[in-house]
């Protein structure tokens, strides 16, 4: 099970999880999370326990094949909808959005600037949605964000064909902290791949192609009941035909991983939009939020994101 990912880097690495939620994450026992650590699976030991990144810990349980343990249950519900008629994901969607900003090490009252969504650049709207005022150590947003999908795919054959020149590359998604993945040539250096780093890495290409594109941040929604965090990240690409369109090309190589059965799910990844995504202010690697303050520590924003039915 070790061979099959690629560990956290020291640099980016942050080992916060007890052993005891390695076996609970990983469904094994103490000899199990032994032949691990002796495999090389990295841990730090403070007062005789030893501690592992979250990041390592989902990898090696997607990759594992056991079926049973924590990161494989939570990707396949994750994608179950992926197999599913495609039309579901074109309708208009509406969504309680709510984000509580809290900035770590604060050093008293300042401004907040928060990378609000953005669903009307395709075609959805924001209801709500007041920038945080001037605040010290926490803030909020709330809106009622709708979304909508839209078949738009790719028209220009060079897009098309660097597209599926990554796809076919071989790069193994993985878990792995943001910060790490803004370093997109490290973390495809090591063969694998998350969506801030391969929008990254796609956009440039497209760019030195003749085109215009961006990697944008947003929200991916409506998983596990809707209070889930999911920070996503894309590519926005001008087409030939003049129409901006979005390549989710993280989204398509998971849900190839998941079932041969996602084709449509994946076609609509290459060019179009659907209403699982909020789009957000927030260009690829840039934070969603800073504050004011002086304070040298990022801001932790933390989404929930439930379905209005």
């Avoid at 007890?18 to 699976?41: H, K, V």
């Avoid at 969607?93 to 008293?108: H, M, N, P, T, Y």
């Amino acid at each position: 099970m070790a061979n099959s990912i690629e560990f956290i880097p020291a640099q980016y690495s942050d080992k916060t999880q007890s052993e005891s939620t390695a076996q609970e994450m990983l469904r094994c026992g103490p000899a199990e999370i032994d032949r691990l650590a002796d495999a090389g699976l990295p841990f730090e030991l403070r007062s005789g326990v030893r501690y592992f990144d979250v990041s390592d810990l989902y990898n090696l349980g997607m990759y594992s094949g056991r079926t049973n343990t924590q990161p494989e249950l939570a990707f396949r519900m994750l994608f179950r909808f992926a197999g599913r008629p495609v039309g579901d994901l074109l309708r208009e969607k509406s969504w309680d959005f709510q984000v509580r900003l809290d900035c770590v090490a604060c050093e008293g009252v300042a401004a907040w600037r928060f990378e609000a969504p953005d669903a009307a650049r395709f075609g959805g709207r924001v209801e709500g949605g007041a920038a945080p005022e001037a605040s010290a150590g926490s803030a909020a947003y709330a809106a009622t964000v709708t979304t909508v999908g839209a078949r738009t795919p790719l028209v220009s054959t060079e897009l098309r064909r660097l597209t599926r020149e990554y796809l076919d590359a071989g790069y193994r998604w993985q878990m792995i902290p943001v910060a790490m993945q803004a370093d997109y040539e490290l973390v495809h250096d090591l063969g694998a791949t998350s969506c801030i780093a391969a929008s990254l890495l796609l956009a440039e290409r497209f760019r030195a192609a003749g085109y215009r594109a961006e990697a944008k941040r947003g929200w991916f929604c409506g998983v596990l009941g809707g209070a889930l965090d999911l920070p996503h990240a894309c590519v926005e690409v001008e087409d030939e035909d003049g129409a901006l369109k979005t390549v989710d090309i993280a989204k398509a190589q998971l849900a190839a991983r998941l079932s041969p059965d996602t084709g449509d799910f994946q076609e609509l990844c290459l060019g179009s939009v659907y209403n699982k995504v909020i789009p957000s202010t927030a260009s690829g690697n840039a934070s969603f939020a800073y504050h004011e303050c002086g304070s040298q520590l990022p801001v932790q924003v933390r989404a929930d994101i439930r379905s209005l039915r």
